[in-house]
């Protein structure tokens, strides 16, 4: 994917305590952290982000390694907090280039290599399974992993001791009084660490404008029993695939309602397998196949589907399209409950998916109207309590917009962290002796996977498209003979702007042929100069006559 020779000119001092974000501090996604000390590196997570309709196919966006890959031989691991998207997603992607072990917990570790295995990775990549609570010795770093809560099963802290402190990096987390898989953050941990110096907390900020703590998921169990209740016929419930307790949650509610649950959709498939074989959903059975369902009645069935962010190939989008599956031609008696917050730039996508769904005069219910569901991160009742517990002398915000980033950074001050600080993708951040200081930066960027390659975000294929749906295209053929002649007419073929009016092609052609014929000889007999000469001209009619600016190629053929 890079160059090997490609160097960097910055060099890391060997006796400095570096963090550098190669991705997730000016966004949500693509989480990709990297910790230096005395030569050795750390990684913490790897985790790829999704483009939305401004970069056109493209499917997912990931952190670019090339600072770190010319470092791989002195990687000491990559340590994964958790497994979200955003935090696993590019391991396949990015392992070439980084070759280091892969440390993660049980149910984490089922989804990499799963992900692996469709890489053809397994077996090449060492991915070594450790417990929650597990403490590593890989000098000159000791990392301790410390199980939090979150809408996952197994997220945790990491607390990365070193001879110049420890850093806590929080990964994603909430304090759930009630949590319905796995325990409570185990409060005296975090004092302990607290007591015995936390140098840097390198911290989660996606809810920081959130102020009050929110309802636990034993409250939205609860709230889904009564709307299951109440429901008159069939239940459509959509959620985030990886939220097993929520998943665990619909099943109660459905159980205790006298109930059946569905699964549809393969995203649900895979974190089904991978949760069982970590031991998680043991006393569940088997969910229905949608084969299976076909024979229960409505109002003694719950399917749970994909497609919460409105994704257009995901189950809940094929229901919408009634006319594509005659099972589910929704009527008035049906409810579809969105439990899921939405993410940031899918609000569109998601409203159009509801108003489909409307349409079939089917009931909607969504967090605006019912608690049916609570977010996997911190208020800033929750942070206030962590900065209390772990005493940090440096701030580090993450994990969010910059408008969080800096409203963190401002609370952090607050909540009494002696630096607050905040780095960009690409910082090198010295932590020595709590007086952070930006030191230098790094080669940093952003590649798309699009098809089977992988390109920079910036490369010419990717302007080229997005330039194409945004202007149009414009072709022009024109053959010439030596002396740059015109031998025929030019040929013109365009997608998107010249395709109602002929009158408006016709002008253009003689509009070429005029500016031909006014070149002086010898600049016709340059190929360039001609092919330049007849762009400029597709270019300038195009903008005066729509506003638009295509993407144009001119095809020059000589005789």
Known sequence: MIEENQETEFIIPHDSLVFIPLGGVTEIGQNFFLYGYKGKWLIVDCGLGFPGDHFPGVEVLLPDPTFIAQHKKDIVGLFITHGHEDHIGAIPYLWQDLQCPIYATPFTAELIEDKLNEFNLVGRAQLEVIEQGALLELPPFEIEFIPVNHSIPEPNMLAIRTKE?????????????????????????????????????????????????????????????????????????????????RIESIYQAAHETGKQVCLMGRSFWRIDSAARAAGYMKNIPPFLTEEEAENIPKNKIVYICTGSQGEPYSALSKIASQNTNELFMLGESDTVIFSSRVIPGNELAIAALQKRLLMSGCTIITDREKLVHVSGHPSQDSMKKLYEYLKPQIAIPVHGEPMYIIEHKKLAEKWGAKNAIIVEEGDVLELNDGDPEIIGEVPVGCLAVDGKKIVSLGADVIKKRRKMIEGGSVVGTVVVNQKGDLLGEPQISSFGLLDTDPSDLETLIQLIKKNISDMDNSLKEDDATLKETIRLTIRRFITEQFGKKPLIEIHLVRI
Do not use: M, Y
């Open 165 to 245: 402190g420890t850093i806590i990096h929080t990964g994603d987390w909430k304090f759930d009084s009630s949590p319905v898989i796995g325990e409570k953050i185990n409060i005296d941990t975090l004092k302990e660490l607290g007591r015995n110096g936390v140098l840097a907390l390198v911290c989660d900020s996606t809810n920081i404008f959130s102020e009050k703590e929110e309802k636990t998921e034993q409250d939205v169990r609860s709230s889904l029993i009564e709307i299951f209740k109440s429901a008159p016929s069939r239940i459509i419930i959509t959620c985030f695939a990886s939220n097993v307790g």
